[in-house]
């Protein structure tokens, strides 16, 4: 599903290159897990970054589901986005000016989904996620870890194939962080490839692999045993 | 998507409240402005629009050259066009002439002097038809005549006007067939009457067909759909057939169709009839209106971007979960278009409340006037419209550039921000340094030395009473003395035309100087004066003598100015005394017995004329000019009323202060720069708005650099010079741009008067110094709470 040959991401400054990602492979399967770990400042959010084409290889290739994708379009990138690719990130950004419902749903309206099939879809997710008695408060007035959970439903709500998550857990207390993994995981038994950046090595373990990164390279790659 | 982007969209002008408060009190700022300019400038532009057909309507103008010099450009051509065009010129629908005068009506007890009669051809209504409200308008034959609704009930009170008899000068009784509804305030026409002119070919003052030598208003009206330049070619075809006179001395004439919508608009030329708007001034009321209108966009667009900055994020968001540029454009599209409407609808409401507050501040006849209904909200809607496109297509534009990825809001484009800084500012200099100057000019034109002295000469409507008395002139002479006899009257004069009044009709002639051999082709303003004309108005007798005392010493003796010195070709004044003049088509010798000073008898706009005085008293009623002692104004003031009544018991004393009376030809510069005033303070308010809601923004992306500084030992003090450091210097280079723009905006009008004053440096000092201080004011006062606070405060969540 995802392949990544030789990246390269690196700012060049007056005098010198700082390297990012250096020369990185890696294939991730149609249903894996994967949790990508490893120091700050390792790479781990750039890598993230590129395999959501939030952000470009300075060098190397990129094939998303079979497909080039290291030099998309713009209006691709959206397409891509809208109907490939989830995201959740360590600061939920919901989007403030909505409430629960609202946001869970903008991303069927960019799709332009019917409104019967909108409504069919969000009170699906909220009730699944039990969060039907919220669906009219903003974001501001949940807890994080409600927040993330919007998040998470905001992300999946368009089916996506693959979810990215940079550190769900990061701002939230341990409780809710393994409420949320759970979550994940359930999704991943479904059949949602999902490949997340962590710091917490039990949440780590949520996921089928890990991929260790050291200052842009991949040191580990390994199957967590169950 | 629709009910998302319009939610979003309220939401988002709610959360962030002082920016939208900010914004949306620029734009109704701007908008108001500009709405209330609007309601002005449809108003010039509807002149005459009231008539049936007004676009078809042209008035005849009139030129006539000599040797390729023009000699005669004016609005008034010859009677004789107007049979001539009737029987001619088969795709004019219809053509009427007229003649303008001022005169007397009296109906049983009631009488009234210097009332607007426009004596008018057969037919007249076909080209101008007025609202009947009772009769008919009909000038078939003499003595036929109507009146305004406004005028009936002053002189007939409540009889029915029609079918009665108001006598007109005393000697001609004119009835009544018609009341017409009053006309709205903008028309060219102002005229409370409509009589028939065959009342003078009866009374055998003119010939039943009219001459060809000009001294006419004559209008024609096209038919539909066709060209009025093939009626033009076939009007300028009757100088060869009827007017071969002219090439006698070697003059050319020519016409040409004026538009009837352009005819209040001042052109400079002879006989205009109710031209009183300079064309210029209202040109560049549109340009500020557009730019205070402008200035308050400018604010919105860096208002938004500014925000967008940190709303990156949001923005970011929803480019992440399927957004496209589209969209996000449409979603600033939404807040956009609801701020303006919001705008626009407070304006509106502010516009329709304080309407009437405006035309009376600025004293136009708004109220009285003919708007076409729905043009004020159009035009409005779409400046409106386009302002939306404008800035939402900037805004949109400046998002769908900003960087995708989370959480970095890097964003370019703070030197175009910075940019429309400046041109805000500098439009704003620009719009003080012209204001400025405007007052410059008229109070230079007000104060300028007119070669006369208006001060302390008082201005009296002759008794209209008296103009079939043979004695008229022995009750002046009566009066004259009496009022002369107290001490506070030092002079007296009767004129048939005072400074600052336009000389019309039979006052315009040409002399002829018989030993200069040729004839000279220029028109001379004859005025009627006495033996006090010299001291009343303070003029220097260069040469010869004043009139004398007595009327038989001064009969066909005759005062002239230096500028009919010249142009009667005679080398000095001296020279001139004793000589004997003609008027044109005239055996009368005429006598020049003393020369004196040029003096403006009319505003600076225009130049001094050629003028001659006889001693005729006035033919019509004319002016009394009386000079008085200002000390005891009151007292002298009840001493002439008391005089006045004792000698002209049947007319009231009707009277005006000359240098007032002067001025009042400046109304239309003194308006406009009213108009300006008020923009400029409202367009420097928007702007300062702007630069506040701009540093608003600064602030709160500086937080943490000003606590970091302050931390590090900086003062309150030397944090508010830093950000004013910023934002001044942006300021220094809209001066840089405005003063070379405004030297040139300003010395191109001030070439629109005869009579100028000089573009001086402290003006520019000035305008510069003010919008500094209120820039300096404004960054100094928003940063000063910032600088002062606790830096904890800013740092704490880092």
């Keep these: 599903m995802i392949k990544l040959r030789n990246i390269d991401r690196y700012f060049d400054s007056k005098f010198q290159r700082t390297f990012v990602l250096k020369g990185v492979d890696l294939d991730v399967e149609q249903g894996e897990f994967v949790s990508i770990m490893g120091p700050s400042g390792a790479g781990k959010s750039t890598l993230l970054n590129i395999i959501g084409l939030l952000d470009e290889p300075n060098a190397g290739e990129y094939y998303l589901l079979g497909d080039p994708a290291f030099q998309l379009k713009e209006k691709k990138k959206v397409q891509y986005h809208r109907s490939h690719i989830g995201f959740i990130f360590q600061a939920f950004h919901l989007i403030d000016e909505l409430n629960v419902y609202e946001n869970i749903e903008t991303p069927l309206i960019y799709r332009n989904v019917k409104t019967k099939e909108r409504k069919a879809l969000v009170a699906d997710l909220l009730d699944r996620f039990n969060m039907v008695a919220k669906k009219d408060l903003f974001p501001s007035q949940l807890s994080g870890g409600q927040q993330q959970l919007v998040a998470v439903a905001r992300a999946i709500v368009g089916n996506p194939k693959l979810l990215l998550a940079d550190e769900p857990t990061g701002n939230l207390h341990s409780e809710q962080g393994e409420m949320i993994m759970k979550l994940l995981k359930k999704l991943n038994e479904e059949g949602m490839t999902i490949i997340q950046v962590t710091h917490n090595e039990a949440f780590a373990n949520y996921g089928s692999r890990i991929v260790k990164l050291v200052d842009g390279l991949i040191q580990e790659d390994y199957q967590v045993k169950k | ?798």
């Design chain 2, 1 to 798: 998507m629709l009910k998302l982007i319009i939610i979003s969209a309220f939401r988002s002008l709610l959360k962030y409240k002082q920016m939208s408060l900010i914004n949306l009190f620029g734009l109704v700022l701007g908008l108001t402005s500009f709405l209330f300019s609007v309601y002005y400038i449809v108003y010039e532009y509807s002149f005459d629009s009231f008539f049936d057909k007004s676009e078809n309507i042209y008035r005849i103008n009139y030129e006539v050259s000599k040797q390729g010099e023009p000699i005669y450009q004016g609005a008034k051509s010859p009677r004789g066009l107007f049979h001539a065009i009737r029987e001619q010129i088969p795709e004019v629908e219809a053509n009427g002439c007229a003649y303008f005068e001022k005169c007397q009506v009296l109906f049983e007890d009631t009488y009234y002097a210097n009332q607007d009669i426009l004596w008018v051809s057969e037919d007249f209504e076909d080209v101008f038809p007025l609202d009947m409200i009772a009769g008919v308008a009909d000038y078939s034959a003499p003595r036929l005549g109507i009146i305004s609704e406004t005028a009936a009930k002053a002189l007939f009170h409540d009889k029915d006007p029609v079918g009665r008899i108001m006598e007109v000068n005393g000697e001609m009784p004119i009835e009544i067939t018609g009341v017409f509804k009053d006309m709205p305030s903008n028309t060219h026409l102002t005229a409370k009457y409509f009589v028939s002119y065959k009342t003078w070919v009866e009374m055998g003052i003119m010939g039943e067909r009219g001459d060809w030598s000009g001294g006419w208003w004559n209008y024609i009206k096209m038919k539909k759909g066709v060209s009025k330049d093939q009626s033009l070619q076939k009007i300028n075809g009757f100088v060869e057939m009827y007017m071969p006179f002219l090439a006698d001395d070697h003059r050319e004439a020519s016409f040409s169709l004026q538009p009837l919508k352009d005819l209040h608009f001042i052109q400079g030329i002879d006989g205009e009839m109710g031209a009183n708007t300079n064309y210029s001034s209202l040109i560049n009321l549109i340009v500020v209106a557009l730019f205070t209108l402008f200035i308050a966009w400018i604010n919105y667009v860096n208002l938004s971007t500014a925000q967008a900055q940190t709303r990156s994020l949001q923005i970011s968001m929803r480019k992440l979960v399927g957004a496209s540029n589209i969209h996000v454009w449409h979603q600033s599209l939404a807040e956009s278009i609801i701020l303006n409407l919001f705008a626009l609808t407070i304006s509106f409401v502010i516009y329709l409340i304080f309407k009437n507050t405006f035309a009376d501040f600025f004293n136009i006849p708004l109220k009285e006037a003919y708007i076409p209904p729905g043009n004020i909200l159009l035009i409005l809607l779409a400046i409106v419209a386009l302002g939306i496109l404008f800035s939402s297509i900037y805004y949109g534009i400046y998002l769908a550039r900003m960087n995708y990825i989370v959480g970095k809001d890097k964003v370019k484009g703070g030197k175009f921000k910075q940019g429309l800084v400046m041109v805000q500012m500098a439009l704003s200099i620009i719009f003080l340094i012209s204001t400025m100057v405007v007052y410059k000019q008229i109070s230079f034109m007000k104060n300028k030395d007119l070669g006369i002295e208006l001060n302390g000469v008082i201005l009296c409507t002759g008794p209209a009473s008296l103009n079939p008395d043979p004695q008229k002139r022995e009750k002046y002479q009566g009066f004259k003395n009496e009022i002369l006899s107290f001490a506070g009257f030092e002079s007296a004069t009767f004129n048939v035309f005072v400074p600052g009044m336009e000389p019309i009709g039979y006052t315009q002639r040409e002399f002829v100087n018989p030993e200069q051999g040729v004839t000279s082709g220029t028109v001379y303003y004859e005025n009627s004066a006495d033996d006090g004309l010299i001291n009343t108005y303070k003029i220097d007798l260069l040469a010869g003598n004043n009139f004398g005392i007595s009327r038989r010493q001064n009969i066909n003796d005759v005062l002239i100015n230096q500028n009919a010195l010249k142009q009667l070709g005679f080398e000095n004044p001296e020279e001139a005394v004793g000589r004997w003049i003609f008027r044109r088509g005239d055996t009368t010798r005429l006598e020049i017995i003393g020369v004196v000073n040029d003096f403006h008898n009319e505003g600076l706009q225009k130049p001094i004329y050629p003028m001659v005085w006889n001693n005729n008293y006035p033919f019509e009623f004319g002016y009394f000019a009386i000079r008085v002692n200002t000390k005891n104004l009151n007292e002298s003031l009840a001493q002439l009323k008391s005089v006045w009544n004792r000698h002209f018991t049947k007319d009231e004393l009707n009277y005006s202060f000359a240098d007032q009376h002067f001025n009042e030809q400046y109304k239309s510069e003194s308006r406009y720069s009213k108009f300006y005033v008020w923009l400029t303070i409202l367009s420097i308010a928007i702007a300062t708005i702007g630069l506040y809601g701009l540093i608003v923004f600064y602030l709160t992306k500086r937080d943490k650099e000003i606590g970091l500084r302050k931390v590090n030992g900086a003062s309150a003090i030397q944090v508010v010079g830093l950000l004013n450091k910023d934002f001044l210097s942006w300021i220094i280079i809209s001066f840089v741009i405005a003063f070379p723009v405004s030297w040139y905006a300003m010395n191109t009008w001030l070439e629109n008067f005869a009579y100028k004053t000089n573009l001086s440096w402290w003006v520019f000092a000035i305008a510069g110094m003010a919008v500094f201080s209120i820039a300096v004011l404004t960054v100094s006062l928003k940063s000063w709470k910032a600088a002062s606070r606790n830096p904890v405060e800013a740092l704490r969540y880092e």
